[in-house]
């Protein structure tokens, strides 16, 4: 009796801290996040085994919320590099992020408010995308597949009380951002964006050489055109500007992304300045372009559709068109200046 | 042929087994109750909305293959989106084989229904609407179906668009017909487009009836092969409202049919008249471009045995380049037909190769003007040329287009 007991409480115990790798695989999302198991303690966020915490070079705004990324590879198996591209992670492999508010910037100890966790989960098909509403206990957080919307309060760093109608979105709104060639494709986990120290429990070390040390990659190549940190203003505003462009914009605004039909690409890799946007006109903007001759008009911030449809929060008018309820306006100042500094 | 109905029967009868009918009301979760079931419909099913008038904060939108979401009527289900906080658009649709149909969409803050990359759509019975009346801060397209193949729009309705009611964008295999664009900037736009048929159609009340147009630097350009038959492009007397720095934004009010760029372009059967500036003109891309792979000039264009009634009686000489232009070189008395003259260099020495020339046949007592590009040059000629029988020739029309 006691033997069985202990056997029970072991099944109990080994399931808790193990990923519950099937349900990555199955046709039907679970109701709850907590049955997948990504987390040993889903209030606190500490990750189960297997699940490695990483962070991106620049990272995507969503509406000044924090966002807390980590991945999952079954054991056994590893993504392979592709150079420039996300990279090709095996099926029943998982990215989860979650999104959270914290109560004070001034001073992060004293909380946070969970938002959602977002998943990518790779099926033998290709991934899919889904999101987790977190309930108000914030000990759990529910599938919502038609989105959410929550409003939230956060004390900034200037201590000023700032509030935001913050959207969850849907099942299909996470497509309109996550494509390539018409396919759901993560964007963050490029090795180019991962190239950078992180500060694991047990050491600080570069990411990929830690994803390559747990096989969670099996090689890479030297060569990474690797961004800067948007932030970091030791970096030319130049190479700031492009990184920031290609986390917030180039997945849409490439040749493989969803708004290729415009003409305008925003990825690292693009050179040609028309594609750029400099002195291209709008084609399917309508108001969008605010009555702007150029998506970027060279010495010209205040007349560039660019920089227009980033400082809007109209939703027929502003960039990105999802995922947005507020303007970013440290990255509106860094882009103004490098419009205007640019040669006419 | 027996065994052949016996075996559709069957085929439908599994079909119909497998897929179901979701029906839906008006409800105060309007928002997540709709666009749950749009992600819930698996391939087969219908989704039908019931008579009323639905809420939105956000926008919807489709992504399953070969499923049917409709309303119970242009006029009995509304989608009404003026509250609308998030989403680009009011509909959103990006999966194949889909059928929309008997609906409304209102107010959207901005496209009222958007199909990207969606082959096959049908858009039926449905009505976009901007409420207030022709304004700036409408929403550009009330039909935008872009990088899609076999698009079918029958029988709708675009009312107030600030840049065009139908708007078909870098597609192929196009049909509009038995539909009304009024009270847009243009009624119809066929852009960057192979293949389309566009007939039966009323575009009156807009600020250009029917244009089509090919921009460069896209990844589709060159258009070509556009039919438009048997339509009204009349009265089109709106100012023009279209946020500047768009291509539209150019079109002088009371244009009836731009053509511009493209090639192999039949226009016949159609009445235009009631268009103040100019009833039809075949222009040039007017901007320089660096885009080799663009041909700027329109080629191969067909104008036959259509209507012409009153014409360039209130020319909109403030807006864009066109009625200005054709006001000076007409000395007021502007043509019902205006083709700009302008070729590649080589062709305006050598000559146009024979089958790119624009033929004009049997079009009643139309009037006509262009200009001779050599003249045009030179000092002391006079470059305008109204003689239309210039341009008779044999027509070849185009073959119809064919929905796959």
């Known amino acids: 009796m006691g033997k069985i007991f202990l056997l029970v409480l072991f099944c109990i115990a080994t399931k808790a801290f193990a990923v519950e790798s099937s349900l990555i695989l199955e046709e039907q999302f679970p109701k709850k996040l907590s049955d997948f198991s990504f987390f040993k303690d889903n209030k606190a966020q500490i990750p189960s085994e297997g699940v490695l915490p990483y962070e991106l070079i620049s990272s995507l705004f969503s509406d000044y919320s924090y966002k807390q990324r980590w991945v999952y590879v079954p054991k056994g198996m590893s993504a392979s590099f592709e150079k420039d591209k996300v990279l090709d992670f095996p099926t029943g492999s998982a990215l989860i992020k979650t999104f959270y508010y914290p109560i004070d910037e001034r001073d992060l100890s004293l909380g946070k408010k969970l938002m959602e966790t977002r998943l990518l989960l790779k099926k033998d098909y290709g991934w899919e995308a889904v999101s987790y509403a977190w309930n108000e206990a914030q000990n759990e957080a529910f ?58 429990t047990d050491e600080s070390i570069n990411q990929l050489t830690k994803w390559i040390k747990l096989d969670f990659i099996n090689e890479i190549e030297m060569e990474l055109n690797t961004p800067v940190n948007w932030e970091d203003s030791t970096y030319s505003l130049d190479e700031r500007v492009r990184s920031y462009l290609d986390i917030n914009c180039g997945h849409c605004h490439s040749s493989t992304g969803g708004a290729n039909s415009t003409g305008l690409y925003l990825d690292l890799t693009e050179v040609r300045p028309k594609h750029l946007g400099i002195n291209k006109k709008p084609v399917a903007t309508g108001r969008g372009s605010g009555g702007y001759k150029y998506s970027i008009f060279p010495g010209k911030s205040e007349e560039s559709i660019l920089l227009h449809r980033m400082i809007s929060t109209d939703p027929g008018v502003m960039m990105p068109e999802s995922g947005r309820s507020l303007s970013h306006q440290e990255a509106i100042q860094m882009i103004r200046e490098w419009i205007n500094e640019m040669e006419t | 042929m027996k065994i052949l109905v016996l075996h559709l029967s069957l085929l439908f009868l599994s079909f119909s087994i497998n897929a179901k009918q979701v029906f839906l009301g008006p409800s105060n979760n309007s928002q997540e109750e709709i666009q749950e079931a749009l992600i819930d419909l698996e391939p087969g099913d219908i989704l039908t909305l019931k008579p009323g008038e639905y809420f939105f904060e956000d926008g919807l939108s489709l992504d399953i293959d070969d499923v049917i979401f409709e309303g119970s009527g242009i006029d009995e289900t509304i989608l009404n989106f003026e509250n609308q906080m998030s989403g680009a658009q009011g509909l959103l649709v990006t999966s194949n084989g889909v059928t929309i149909r008997d609906f409304a969409v209102l107010d959207a803050k901005g496209d009222a229904i958007k199909v990207i990359g969606a082959d096959g759509i049908k858009m039926i019975r449905l009505r976009t609407e901007w409420t207030g009346g022709p304004k700036e801060t409408n929403g550009a397209y009330g039909f935008y179906p872009v990088e899609s193949k076999d698009v079918l729009i029958d029988g709708c309705v675009a009312i107030g668009a600030s840049d065009a009611g139908i708007y078909v964008g870098q597609s192929q295999n196009i049909i509009v017909k038995n539909s009304i664009a009024q009270y847009n900037v243009a009624g119809i736009e066929i852009e960057n487009s192979f293949y389309a048929d566009v007939f039966d159609n009323l575009t009156s009340h807009n600020t250009g009836g029917i244009l089509v147009f090919d921009l460069p630097d896209l990844p589709q350009q060159g258009g070509h092969h ?42 016949f059967d159609n009445d235009i008249y009631g268009n103040g ?18 041909y700027p000039h329109p080629r191969s264009i067909q104008i036959h045995g259509n209507r012409f009634g009153d014409g360039g009686f209130d020319p909109d000489v403030g807006t864009g380049e066109l009625a200005a232009i054709l006001f000076e070189l007409s000395n007021g008395n502007m043509p019902d037909i205006f083709w700009d003259g302008i070729l590649p260099m080589n062709q305006i020495l050598f000559g146009q190769p024979a089958d790119e020339k624009l033929i004009i046949k049997n079009n009643g007592d139309a009037t006509f003007l262009t200009l001779n590009p050599i003249k045009f040059m030179l000092p002391f000629f006079d470059p305008v040329e109204r003689d239309i029988s210039e341009y008779d020739g044999q027509i070849n029309p185009l073959p119809p287009v064919v929905l796959n």
């Open chain 2, 226 to 267: 556009v039919r438009v038959f048997r339509n009204k492009a009349i009265n089109n007397d709106t100012d023009n409202f279209a946020p500047e720095g768009n291509i539209v934004g150019e079109v002088p009010r009371g244009t009836g049919i731009i053509i511009q760029a493209n090639s192999d372009v039949e226009v």
């Open chain 1, 143 to 200: 599938l919502k597949k038609a989105g959410k919307t929550i409003f939230n309060e956060w004390i900034d760093f200037t201590g000023e009380l700032r509030s935001v109608r913050y959207r969850v979105p849907n099942k299909n709104q996470c497509k309109e951002c996550h494509t390539y060639n018409d396919e759901i494709m993560p964007i963050g986990p490029k090795a180019r964006n991962l190239n950078k120290i992180f500060d694991y």
């Open chain 2, 277 to 294: 500036t100019v009833n039809l003109s075949i222009v040039t891309y007017g901007y320089d471009t660096e885009d080799e792979n663009y």
